[in-house]
């Protein structure tokens, strides 16, 4: 199958990719806090009501996909 997007899985750059790609994630946002661990992404942020947490997520994260 030929593969459009992202990098095939156990492939010798895959790793390598990966961390050039999700290493500028920090950089698309400085209201989100990131926390990496190997291939886990974990996104922090805190406020009073989970209406404007998901708000300002989603709002934060299509930055994400400009870039990406």
Known sequence: MKI???VPKGSVLGLLRFLLFI???PSV???LKFY???DYTDI???T???EKLAKKVN???KA???IA
Do not use: I, M, Q, R
Request: proline share 4%; charged share 25%.
């Open 36 to 38: 990496f661990f190997a």
């Open 23 to 25: 290493n500028d994630l």
């Open 64 to 66: 994400c996909e400009v």
């Open 44 to 46: 922090y942020y805190e």
């Open 29 to 31: 946002s400085n209201k």
């Open 4 to 6: 459009v997007y992202g």
């Open 59 to 61: 709002t934060e994260l």
């Open 48 to 50: 009073d009501t989970p």
